[in-house]
């Protein structure tokens, strides 16, 4: 009897670490997918040179208000521990950088991300840029003129989802609105995964943008796997 009871303590504390475990990765998953819409809103603020007119830091993140643009919320980052053989979630690597042009794009691993057609992704919540002018039609049978080709659509910029591949553990990124997905490469669980708790000066292990609020000098820096960002403070 003493065995029985013994084993099923076992395989109870076994199926506690797997909930555990899942329940990590999916606060991880909402998590990541709302630091992406933050991300967003923060390009389209630093391409229109917007300012911060204040931040506020409460129970769950920060929310950053702006001069023109829409307020941009930052949730803190929760505990990335597993909780089994001291493996940690790990978290894929995006970002923002600025192209040459001046825009921002999205980067994941490093690696400017792009879309099917091969064109980088634009991180602002603007419209992309404006489709390629349609191709004159050739002429038709009997020297009759053929169709005009049709003007090409603006792109419209939207931020990425992310998910975990439920065979694979991988993670997964899409552009589409969740319609197709590309690999990121990194697994969600593994032996190399950061520590989840909290990190120096009160920052969150788990989060893909971090704040800084610098009062005395006026700005704000914005913290990211890529870069720092700074936006100026004003009223």
């Known amino acids: 009897m003493a065995g029985m009871q013994t084993a099923c303590t076992d ?9 555990y475990r899942v329940t990590v990765l999916e606060n991880l998953v909402q998590k990541i997918n709302a630091d992406l819409e933050a991300l967003q809103v923060l390009a ?28 941009m919320i930052i949730t803190n ?41 091969g ?10 840029k404006d489709g390629l002018d349609g191709k004159d039609g050739k002429d038709g049978v009997d020297g009759k003129d053929g169709k005009d080709g049709k003007d090409g659509k603006d792109g419209v910029a939207v931020a990425p989802q992310v998910r975990i591949n439920q065979s694979t553990g991988v993670w997964e990124i899409s552009v589409d609105n969740g319609q197709t997905w590309i690999s990121t490469g990194t697994k ?36 990211t796997d890529s870069g720092t960002f700074k936006v100026p403070l004003g009223s």
């Open 11 to 19: 395989y109870q504390d076994e199926i506690d670490a797997l909930d």
């Open 44 to 71: 389209e603020a630093m391409e229109d040179g917007d300012y911060i007119t204040n931040v506020t830091e409460n129970s769950t993140g920060w929310i950053v208000e702006f001069g023109h643009s829409k307020p």
């Open 77 to 117: 980052g929760k505990d990335g521990k597993d909780g089994k053989d001291g493996k940690d979630a790990q978290m894929p690597d995006i970002s923002i950088r600025q192209g040459g042009d001046g825009y921002y794009y999205w980067v994941v691993n490093g690696e400017w991300l792009k879309g099917p057609d």
């Open 119 to 128: 064109t980088m992704i634009h991180a602002s919540g603007k419209d992309g």
């Open 188 to 223: 969600a669980t593994g032996k190399d995964g950061k520590d989840g708790e909290n990190g120096k000066d009160g920052k969150d292990a788990n989060t893909i943008v971090q704040i800084v609020t610098h009062w005395t000098e006026n700005y704000v820096e914005f913290i």
